[in-house]
């Protein structure tokens, strides 16, 4: 379970990247359209609505490694108080409900892209995006975020089942801020960070 884990979330960091590098690319194709607008009097069209598509894909395939980053935002005022066991169910039943909520919202998700494929649905844009492409991409990265947010839940079970109740909360427990002073001084001295 540990290997498929970590593949995952090798996989989830390749996307994060690609997330990065398409914002990356969208920023630049809106600055060249504002200087051409600006300076010129001229646009090359589109921009706006490509850019809305990249961030809408780099949010969805950017959601996993935000998840095993321990990025994603849950309350702590009562879950540092409360004892090991009241801990486990929390996370247990925030990873549940994140699960629930993403199965919906690929479910809807789905027929979304099903309707854009079968009526043969185009942005309406110069551009005319067919926009199966755009929302396939979307979905794609809904599935993968759901299929970590399940790989994670199951970790974490088949962790406390083992009484390995350390390694259940470093995958599915909130960061505490002593695991994020430890991080931080692990990057610094990384031999990445020293160069």
């Known amino acids: 379970m540990s290997g498929l884990l970590h ?10 990247w690609g997330s990065g590098l398409l914002l990356f690319l969208a920023a630049i194709m809106i600055a060249v359209e504002v200087i051409l607008r600006k300076a010129f009097a ?14 809408a894909i ?20 009562l879950y540092s108080r409360l004892p090991s066991a009241g801990r486990y169910m929390l996370d247990l039943i925030a990873h549940l409900l994140l699960g629930t909520y993403i199965v919906v919202l690929c479910y809807f998700g789905y027929f979304v892209v099903k309707t854009s494929v079968v009526k ?5 844009t110069p551009l005319a995006t067919p926009l199966w492409i755009p929302q396939s991409l979307w979905l794609i990265g809904l599935l993968w975020f759901g299929f970590c947010v399940a790989m994670i839940l199951g970790g974490t079970i088949v962790h406390r089942m083992q009484n390995n109740h350390h390694k259940a909360s470093r995958l599915s427990g909130i960061s505490t801020l002593d695991d994020e002073i430890q991080e931080t001084a692990e990057i610094s001295k990384s031999p990445e960070a020293a160069s």
């Open 7 to 16: 593949k995952t979330e090798k996989i989830s960091q390749v996307a994060a």
């Open 42 to 55: 001229y646009s090359i069209g589109g921009a706006d609505e490509l850019s809305s598509y990249a961030l």
């Open 58 to 77: 780099s949010c969805t395939w950017g959601f996993s490694y935000a998840l095993f980053r321990k990025s994603h935002i849950r309350i702590d005022v």
């Open 120 to 124: 043969h649905s185009a942005a309406n």
